[in-house]
């Protein structure tokens, strides 16, 4: 409505705000039509798209962004990051042991501007180290730091011994007081937890049913979290109005996980024939995460001594990753982009998920409009009027060269630019 309204006054009175801004785009993928459009010109005011008209056209008094050599797409939305990544490879575990969390979070802040700059204005950020994503979330918020729009789990919530158990394959006496903050054991404590992450900040909820990869002592395939403590969280998360993510490796985790109505299942290893047809006839999205699960394939051959022994195995054990999700696709299952890093080098997944069998146009869709679907917000990943002013631009087409999204030139998030010419632009800050 207020996308229309703002149209019709254009219509009648082009004479332009102070703040309007139009953007000429040579080609245009809207996250709607699959396929490209030609010429367009997008008129913003403020944070907001107001219209998009065929060919270039120029309000008097507009600034005009020259984006008419390039393909203007919506930002990226990555349904799977952590921002507050110390990743547990190499010196993981001294990191583990020596980063407190105001140090996690002021290294995250890297994280937050290469991930923005990359072309991603929009994260899922799926279990912060300390609940640290929260913290980051509302300073980007309040323009203190550079990052993108972030949708946040806080600490996922899992059993004693599982995934996200930190102090899991240390010695007994070797624990930080941070810890146990995601662990949770028995239906209501997972309740009671889900909870006290919403009271904290969350906007999402992050469950652990299976084991995990990179964490120790725990197998993937293993379902770890009862069925009666997935559907605690569950009931408590969509109570509060949340959507939730399980991570699942092993098929009995994932197929009970979907059974209960988990939102999305991430990484998926384990999934078979049957747990794909689960996820289409219940609607659930899957995010393959390819890129890490690489990532930890070519470690685990190449350099096994910067992982621990026991992630050694169990990547070598999983393989390179690929075929789950061409399996997942050619069944149907609804699909979001997803890398499980937050580093900065996110855009990678997009080539893998490729390689693997998708169509680029449904890379693309994945990681704009699946991605929003996903998270459950219709003010992300469309170039609709109405919504936010979230928009990169590559030189070429990334609907015949999908690497394309590796070499994003141009970044506005919420109307401001943060990035031209494929270089970065200074943002005024705010002092808090
Ligand atoms: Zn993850």
Known sequence: MMGSGLALAWAIAPAAMAKDVVIHAGHLFDGE???????????????????????????????????????????????????????????????????????????????????????????????????????????????????????????????????????????????????????????????????????????????????????????PKAQLMTNDEIKAAVDAAHALGLKIAAHGHGKAAIDNAVRLGVDSIEHGTYADAESWALMKAHGTYFIPTLLTTQRLYEAASTRPETLNPSTVKKVLAMG???????????????????????????VQEAALMVKAGMSTVDVLMAATANGADLIGSDEIGKLLPGRYADIVAVAGDPLTDISQLERIDFVMKGGVTYKRDGMAVPVKLVNP
């Open 33 to 219: 039509k699959r396929s490209l459009q030609g010429a367009s010109s997008i008129l913003i005011r403020d944070d907001r798209i107001v219209s998009i008209e065929p060919g270039f056209v120029t309000p008097a008094g507009a600034e005009i962004i020259d984006l008419s050599k390039e393909t203007v797409l919506p930002g990226l939305i990555d349904s799977h990051t952590h921002v507050t990544s110390l990743p547990r490879t190499g010196n993981g575990i001294a990191k583990t042991m020596t980063y407190s969390p105001l140090d996690a979070v002021l290294a995250s802040t890297v994280n937050t501007r290469a991930i923005l700059e990359s072309g991603v204005t929009t994260v899922r950020d799926l279990g912060g180290l300390y609940g640290g994503d929260i913290a980051l979330k509302v300073a980007i918020e309040r323009n203190e730091i550079v990052g993108p729009r972030m949708w946040v789990a806080g600490e996922a919530i899992g059993p004693t011994g599982g995934h996200n158990d930190w102090s899991h394959g240390l010695a007994a006496d070797v624990t930080r007081p941070e810890f146990g903050a995601g662990l949770a054991d028995g239906p209501d404590a997972v309740t009671a937890l889900a909870r006290k992450e919403h009271k904290l900040g969350a906007t999402v909820i992050k469950i652990m049913p299976s084991g995990g990869v990179v964490s120790m002592g725990d197998d």
């Open 320 to 346: 390179s990753g690929a075929q789950k999700l061409t399996n997942a696709y050619k069944a149907g299952v609804r699909i979001a982009f997803g890398s499980d890093t937050g580093l900065g080098e996110n």
